[in-house]
């Protein structure tokens, strides 16, 4: 049963160490060595190359299990997901409330979802400001569980699955600046007669534009939009309150003693 993101591309030059998160070694790492990092908010995308119908994405948060430790680590961490077949038009089909997660975190698709793009978007660590990834893996057919700490275990079903299929939702606009592009463009500068410590200054701003990109974004995610949805909610609360002043309103005038009065008077003339 093959793992459809051995030895694929981490998409972000911010990343670090990112050879290390699709190696296919989720055992040998320490509290400073054998795993992936990156500051958050920001993301993790890895290219699987090809696109396919995934049943289970499963990846390990940095634990302290690691090199034989018997002891899980305090620290937990907050993440959202998506899958993507284009790296343009995003599904995301998990949003952590809370910053619970550690160990493997692993999702199963019974009916398939199509994707060639994952993306692992960091939110929080109780610990420090990084977070730390020790492997990633994604499957076109369901694997036995991994070996190590099991943090959650999602299991989405065909509903949820064909939702994410037809409706993408916000976090594909997650990085604006398109990460990939850029380290194509590094690229094609390492190669050219330009001087390297020049390249380097320019491949420094890259990762400090693409950061940027992604701090901004976690502020419309995490702050504009919650303000935004309680502003329409208290909008139209007010609206309705300004209905039932207007019918408090009336009915206080219609059944006032002088609004009676009236009526009587009224009703006498009529009949």
């Known amino acids: 049963m093959a793992n459809l993101a051995l030895n694929k591309p981490v998409l972000e030059a911010s990343v670090h160490n990112p050879e290390i998160v699709t190696n296919g070694d989720s055992q040998n790492y320490t509290g400073h060595s054998g795993f992936a990092y990156f500051d958050f908010p920001g993301t993790l995308t890895v290219d699987l ?15 302290g299990l690691g090199g034989g430790r018997g002891v899980l680590h305090r620290r937990r961490y907050k993440f959202r997901l998506g899958v993507s077949t284009d790296n343009a038009n995003w599904y995301e089909f998990y949003d952590e409330g809370d910053a619970n997660a550690i160990g493997w975190q692993i999702f199963r698709f019974h009916q398939g979802i199509q994707g060639r793009f994952v993306r692992l978007y960091g939110l929080h660590n109780t610990t420090n400001h990084q977070i730390h990834i020790v492997e990633l893996e994604a499957h076109n057919d369901i694997p036995d569980d991994p070996v190590g700490h099991i943090g959650g275990v999602t299991n989405i079903d065909q ?45 420094s701003r890259f990762d400090d ?15 504009v939009e919650p303000v935004t949805n309680e502003m ?21 005038s219609v059944f006032s003693p002088a609004a009676m009065t009236i009526w009587t008077f009224l009703s006498g003339l009529w009949s």
């Open 49 to 63: 190359q090809a696109e396919y119908n995934l049943k289970c994405v499963q990846f390990k948060l940095w634990d």
């Open 159 to 203: 509903q949820v699955a064909e939702k994410s299929k037809s409706q993408p939702t916000s976090i594909a606009k997650s990085t604006r600046i398109d990460p990939e592009e850029l380290a194509r463009t590094i690229k094609t500068l390492e190669g050219s007669i330009l001087d390297q410590a020049v390249v380097q200054d320019i491949k």
């Open 209 to 223: 534009l693409i950061v940027l990109d992604q701090n901004l974004e976690a502020i419309r995610r995490e702050i």
């Open 232 to 252: 329409k909610k208290s909008n139209r609360l007010a609206v309705w309150a300004l209905r039932v002043t207007i019918l408090a309103a009336i009915l206080t």
